[in-house]
């Protein structure tokens, strides 16, 4: 005789609800569910198991959880349910216990026994809803639940070893975690994801060319194997040694930014950091500019000193204590004496008003040579000097555009001994020379270290659109779709700078084409071993390391990313271990 549906889902129920919160459900099972093995289900099933999935009734379908944790609960009295006879003696029992993560629900379908799985929940269960086993129907609707399911990743123990198939339009369009022990495979799921979605994409477009970027950072060299001499993919692989058909790895130092030149350089904020900013905006700036001739190093020098002035002026030591006003004169003697010395050099305007630049000095410097004058300046002496300097600058083709610095994060090529330079020179018109001695050698170490000069030394010959092209490939993937960056023989010191770099590009690259074009560029990056490069930091440290500069890049593109069509896909071993990821991170994936 068979069973009434109501006498059938009764016998599903293995306990009931009695804790309920948005991201979790805890369920108490009763005395009379499996212990192992689930009978009633239409087959051999284990029961109670982590990863397994549970239903629980909620108006017109079921929320679908699956298991997270199980535990026991030494009870201290009698919590069997049902008991109506109060004259026998029923001994404490252990309460299994077992917590659920909500995933989406399970509703019916078009045809009889026919369920549809739909992710995420509009209604919650109650406090004392009973939950239930379900049927291998309604499992192999769970695990075979989407649409346009095309590609095959694998089968499901779960749910009697059926095909688990994903649609990777919607698997890449949004962020993913592979997370695993060393040794569980990783490394290859995630390429079988890279290949078999390249390659269905590819048998679906019939032109063998999917409009899809996958940028690999590998800091093992593990997919320089995986995809190197495959002519179907076409990976481009990047090295620090490159082989014959391999691209040399070039991250030149113009490529960073403020905060990873701060964050290299440990610069402190009072003097080193403000130091390193001028001298960055100094090279970005002057490397622009054409061939130098005798009218351009006269403009240069007197944009030099307008700045200058306009500094000791925001810094009152024309009027200040002693020695900063005789310091301010010392400067303008020596002013004096280079202009004097070029004044013949030049005809016309230019060498009406550099003269008049001149005679301004002079009346402000002839009343202080006396012996014992007062070196002190008025602010309207200053305001005075400072107009005739500008004049003198705009008779050699300077502007007011030309007195203010370039941005300090623009691209902008410069080498690494003009940045020395540039520091060096800063440190000097700032009166810091003394502070900056350890700044100064971290830059020199970067620059004479024979680990780093392949990857981030000059490289006078790359341009930004050219790299771009490259690393991240063009549109319609003419370049291909995959690129490897091996990150395996880059040195320890730099490692997290130049991955912060790569990545910080690569947004902002997207960022602006998404602008421009009012059309994503589709792109998913691949972090390998996320717990060295993503991992949680101290908001409050004053000075951020490498590390914490590249973590915060990797946060922006979780939070910011997937509008721009750039994916994240993670692989770490440690999503909550002793080295943490990033709960920004996380909570966007």
Not at 344 to 364: H, M, N, W, Y
Not at 453 to 478: C, Q
Request: charged content about 25%.
């Amino acid at each position: 005789m068979s069973e009434a549906p109501f006498e059938h889902a009764g016998s599903l129920r293995i306990g009931a609800v009695d804790f309920v919160s948005p991201d979790e459900i805890k369920v108490a099972l009763d005395i009379e569910a499996p212990e192992s093995v689930a009978l009633n289900t239409g087959g051999l099933r284990p029961f109670p198991r982590v990863n397994g999935y549970l239903l629980v009734p909620v108006d017109d379908g079921f929320l679908v959880g699956q298991t997270e944790w199980i535990t026991v609960e030494r009870s201290p009295f009698p919590k069997r349910r049902g008991m109506q006879d109060f004259g026998l003696v029923d001994l404490p029992y252990p309460l299994r216990r077992l917590r659920l993560n909500p995933l989406g629900t399970l509703r019916a379908g078009e045809y009889e026994e026919a369920h549809v799985f739909r992710r995420g929940a509009d209604l919650l269960p109650s406090v004392g809803t009973a939950v239930v086993l379900p049927t291998e129907t309604q499992l192999r609707s769970i695990v075979e639940s989407g649409e346009r399911r095309r590609v095959k990743i694998g089968t499901s123990p779960l749910a009697g070893d059926v095909e688990v198939r994903v649609d990777p339009n919607r698997l890449f369009g949004r962020h993913l975690a592979v997370l695993g022990n060393t040794g569980s495979g990783k490394s290859c799921s995630v390429a079988g994801l890279i290949r078999w979605s390249l390659e269905q994409a590819a048998l679906s477009r019939g032109d063998g060319r999917p409009n899809a970027r996958f940028i690999v950072l590998d800091p093992n060299g593990e997919y320089s194997r995986a995809f190197g001499g495959d002519e179907t993919i076409k990976a481009r692989i990047f090295k620090v040694n490159p082989a014959d058909d391999e691209i040399a790895l070039k991250v030149p130092l113009w490529f960073w930014n403020s905060a990873e030149w701060c964050s290299f350089t440990q610069a402190s904020p009072r003097t080193q950091r403000p130091t390193l900013m001028y001298a960055l905006r100094h090279v970005r700036d002057g490397h622009t500019e054409p061939t130098p001739d005798a009218s351009h190093e006269m403009r240069r020098f007197l944009r030099t000193l307008v700045m200058t002035i306009r500094i000791e002026q925001n810094a009152g030591s024309p009027w200040g204590s002693f020695p900063r006003p005789k310091a301010f004169f010392e400067k303008l003697e020596k002013w004096k004496v280079g202009l004097d010395a070029d004044l013949g050099s030049f005809t016309g305007s230019q060498q009406q008003r550099l003269q008049a630049f001149v005679d301004k000095i002079e009346t402000l410097c002839v009343p202080r040579r006396i012996l014992y004058a007062n070196q002190d300046f008025t602010r309207q002496e200053i305001l005075d000097l400072l107009a005739v300097a500008s004049s003198a600058h705009s008779a050699f083709g300077g502007t007011d555009a030309d007195v203010i610095p370039a941005d300090v994060d623009t691209p902008r090529p410069f080498d690494g001994a003009s940045l020395l330079r540039g520091v060096e020179a800063a440190g000097e018109m700032l009166n810091v020379s003394e502070y900056i001695e350890t700044l100064l050698l971290r830059i020199r170490s970067l620059l004479t270290d024979t680990r780093m000069k392949p990857v981030v030394g000059d490289a006078a010959d790359i341009k930004l659109d050219e790299w771009l092209e490259n690393y991240i490939g063009m549109d319609n993937a003419d370049k291909g779709c995959v690129s490897i960056i091996d990150l395996s023989l880059v040195p320890a010191e730099v490692v997290h700078v130049v991955t912060a770099v790569i990545a910080r590009i690569t947004f902002e690259a997207l960022q602006r084409y998404a602008k421009l074009n009012s059309v994503t560029l589709p792109t998913v990056m691949v972090m390998e071993e996320a717990h060295t490069f993503i991992k949680r930091y101290k908001e409050d440290v004053e000075n951020q390391d490498a590390a914490t500069v590249c973590c915060q890049v990797f946060e922006r593109i979780a939070r910011e990313g997937r509008k721009f069509g750039l994916g994240l896909v993670l692989s770490s071993q440690r999503p909550s271990g002793a080295v943490p990821l990033s709960r920004t991170v996380s909570f966007c994936g």
